[in-house]
């Protein structure tokens, strides 16, 4: 079965950076790893709906961000370990949230994060870990 474990938030101050981790595990068909899927990061902010944030297809690192952390969130995956980063510079109050790590095999993250689809399509998903700017 797919797991997902993010790990990395933290308390930093705006301007500060942070690198979260999401670990994977399970993709398999037929006792062969499945690599063509996608991995997006969510986050949630209290009284907020949850938001997509950034994709990245695992076969091939193709990515996909949120507008507002374009230039200072950057996903990337390291195709061995299975484990995709979100590398967040320039963090600013307003990116305090809980981020999720998140996969599905019929819903795309990446529809997600560019808005044409809710975030509810997605199965898989990791415990949040708790990101906080202050100002």
């Known amino acids: 079965e797919v797991q997902l474990q993010a790990s990395g938030g933290g308390l930093v101050q705006a301007g500060g950076s942070l690198r979260l981790s999401c670990a994977s595990s399970?993709?398999?068909?037929?006792?062969?790893?499945?690599?063509?899927?996608?991995i997006g990061w969510f986050r949630q902010a209290p009284g907020k709906e949850r938001e997509g944030v950034s994709c990245i297809r695992y076969s091939d690192g193709r990515t996909r961000n949120l507008d507002s952390v374009k230039g200072r969130f950057t996903i990337s995956r390291d195709y061995a370990k299975r484990t995709v980063y979100l590398q967040m510079n320039s963090l600013k109050p307003e990116d305090t949230a809980v981020y999720y790590c998140a996969t599905d095999f019929e819903t795309s993250p990446c529809t997600v994060v560019s808005g044409a689809a809710s975030y509810y399509r997605l199965d898989y998903w990791g415990k949040g870990t708790q990101v906080t700017v202050s100002s």
């Open positions: 399970g993709f398999a068909f037929d006792g062969f790893p499945v690599n063509d899927y996608v």
